[in-house]
């Protein structure tokens, strides 16, 4: 700030997802790209995707190196791509249902 180098403390992640857009034809989403708090954009990797506590959704970003969780408008975006399956979500994304963990693993 001002040319200095300044700490933050971070109290759950350091990135949100704010949105997030399906692409894909006839409501059959191939990739899911999400929108992020530092402005930029890329594609999720619904195999990082993972319940925290108090049930708030999370996913890796940047190349898995940070979490990142999912502002509520994102996550609704997010579940109408979610399906249950015997007491287990999935999200169905390019013809592959991927499972939304419990915990970050």
């Keep these: 700030w001002n040319g200095q180098r300044c700490y933050v403390e971070v109290e759950d992640t350091a990135f949100v ?3 997030v857009d399906f692409i894909g034809q006839d ?3 191939q990739r899911a790209v999400i929108h992020l708090s530092d402005g930029t ?3 999720l990797d619904p195999e990082t995707l993972f ?3 108090e049930e708030v959704l999370y ?3 940047k190349a ?3 979490p990142a969780r999912f502002l509520r408008p994102a996550y609704y975006q997010l579940t ?3 399906i249950e399956k015997d007491g287990n979500f999935y999200l169905l994304l390019g013809g592959r249902e991927y499972p939304v963990r419990s915990r970050e693993k």
Excluded: L
């Design 17 to 19: 997802v704010r949105q």
């Design 27 to 29: 409501g059959h989403p």
């Design 41 to 43: 954009k890329e594609d």
């Design 51 to 53: 319940i925290g506590n």
């Design 59 to 61: 996913c890796r970003v």
């Design 64 to 66: 898995g190196k940070f």
């Design 80 to 82: 109408q791509h979610i």
